[in-house]
T-cell receptor, first 115, second 118 residues
């Protein structure tokens, strides 16, 4: 899997949009960008993923640059419960693919929401 | 979405002993993985648990230290053998479903088993 680079930590005011950047300059054409978060003392939780188009779900939006070398996770209205470590991961994802399916975690970004 | 139960949720163990962690899933899943998270660190993949065959271990992890079983598509165990204080970590089970029509590549994680070795 390609490696990713994320800032170590970020702060965001409660109610504001939290924008978490991720660089993945060596991403391959068949690799997706996945975002997970880990709230203290819990297992990681899937947030969103995308290939090259921007994606939005009930939790967040994912903006992927046209060259796919970087992306931004956006939490539109951050709450205190969004305080967590956020992981950006690139991964081949196909139901028939075996051998490249493992999820490799980097160090992530520790996001702190400030009241 | 798959629901994962891990047992024990936490344990305190003596040096030199072994502990087996169980991972039970509420549905049949294609892929099962075991991760370790040392204090203050990110997650590190230990191995892929293969149903009916030997697990596939990542670099730095060996079967003698971390034997894994996966007798069916809903259950797996990880044993931490001959424990030392350096094995104090959270051990997490993760699964991936692969429905062809609705596949997302999402992995589900258990809440983890927190081991403290004295």
């Amino acid at each position: 899997d390609a490696k990713t680079t994320q800032p170590t930590s970020m702060d965001c005011a409660e109610g504001r949009a939290a924008n978490l950047p991720c660089n993945h300059s060596t991403i391959s054409g068949n690799e997706y960008v996945y975002w997970y978060r880990q709230i203290h003392s819990q297992g990681p939780q899937y947030i969103i993923h995308g290939l090259k188009n921007n994606e939005t779900n009930e939790m967040a939006s994912l903006i992927i640059t046209e060259d796919r070398k970087s992306s931004t996770l956006i939490l539109p209205h951050a709450t205190l419960r969004d305080t967590a470590v956020y992981y950006c991961i690139v991964r081949v994802a196909s139901p028939s693919n075996f051998g490249n399916e493992k999820l490799t975690f980097g160090t992530g970004t520790r996001l702190t929401i400030i009241p | 979405s798959a629901v994962i139960s891990q047992k024990p949720s936490r344990d305190i163990c003596q040096r030199g002993t072994s502990l087996t962690i169980q991972c039970q899933v509420d549905s049949q899943v294609t892929m099962m993985f075991w991760y370790r998270q040392q204090p203050g660190q990110s997650l590190t993949l230990i191995a892929t648990a293969n149903q009916g065959s030997e697990a596939t271990y990542e670099s730095g992890f060996v079967i003698d230290k971390f034997p894994i079983s996966r007798p069916n598509l809903t259950f797996s165990t990880l044993t931490v053998s001959n424990m030392s204080p350096e094995d104090s970590s959270i051990y997490l089970c993760s699964v991936e479903e692969r429905p062809a029509a609705t596949y997302t590549g999402e992995l589900f994680f258990g809440e983890g088993s927190r081991l403290t070795v004295l």
